[in-house]
């Protein structure tokens, strides 16, 4: 059974700075892996889409990278905003018509 | 992309009644899935709902409890029977395209 671990499960950091958070999965025979962030009485938002076949994706001042072969991606985030604020979950997707597996998350604070 | 919306939003019901959570996506989809986000949880799959189908439910989930319809491409309920407190999440609706998984906002259910 797929598992994804999230570090650190809380994170809170003054504007400006550059930040990576972590996702780990268990099972590397994944389809692909996705970077969402939630906002408090929101859905989720999508960031990122990595198929298994490629290594990073980035948008604007995100980047997120995907080593399939040791189960990990990360995803950095240059000169933090405020509005970055919100819970960065990372999911995966293994093959045919699977839903995503979730880790528990990222809580980040940017601070003023 | 897709745009997804439920109802209702929200919810306080009591112990051992059911409620029923609409997903409307504007676009026609294949395939719709409902997740549950338990407090200070990660989103767990509960079902895969195919149009014209039976849905397909993860372990820990029966259709008993969580009764699903598809009656066509654009729409799906679900339904949480006999509720319960531990019953108490936040219900997601959401449709793959191309790759990519798009989520609605949520319905944020209290069980008394």
């Known amino acids: 059974k797929q598992e994804v671990t999230q570090i650190p499960a809380a994170l809170s950091v003054p504007e400006g700075e550059n930040l990576v958070l972590n996702c780990s999965f268990t099972?590397?025979?994944?389809?692909?892996l996705q970077w969402f962030r939630q906002d408090p009485g929101k859905g989720l938002t999508s960031l990122l889409l990595?198929?298994?076949?490629?290594r990073e994706q980035t948008s604007g001042r995100l980047n997120a990278s995907l080593d399939k072969s040791s189960g990990r991606s990360t995803l950095y985030i240059a000169a933090s905003q405020p509005g970055d604020s919100a819970t960065y979950l990372c999911a995966v997707k293994g093959g045919g018509a699977d839903g995503l597996t979730f880790g528990k998350g990222t809580h980040l604070i940017i601070q003023p | 992309s897709a745009v997804i919306s439920q109802k209702p939003s929200r919810d306080i019901c009591q112990r051992g009644t059911s409620l029923t959570i609409q997903c409307q996506v504007d676009s026609q989809v294949t395939m719709m899935f409902w997740y549950r986000q338990q407090p200070g949880q990660s989103l767990t799959l509960i079902a895969t709902a195919n149009q014209g189908s039976e849905a397909t439910y993860e372990s820990g989930f029966v259709i008993d409890k969580f009764p699903i319809s598809r009656p066509n491409l654009t729409f799906s309920t679900l339904t949480v029977s006999n509720m319960s407190p531990e019953d108490s999440s936040i219900y997601l609706c959401?449709?793959?395209?191309?790759?990519?998984?798009?989520f609605g906002p949520g319905t944020r259910l209290t069980v008394l």
């Open positions: 990595i198929q298994s076949s490629q």
């Open positions: 099972d590397s025979a994944i389809y692909n």
């Open positions: 959401s449709v793959a395209t191309t790759d990519t998984q798009y």
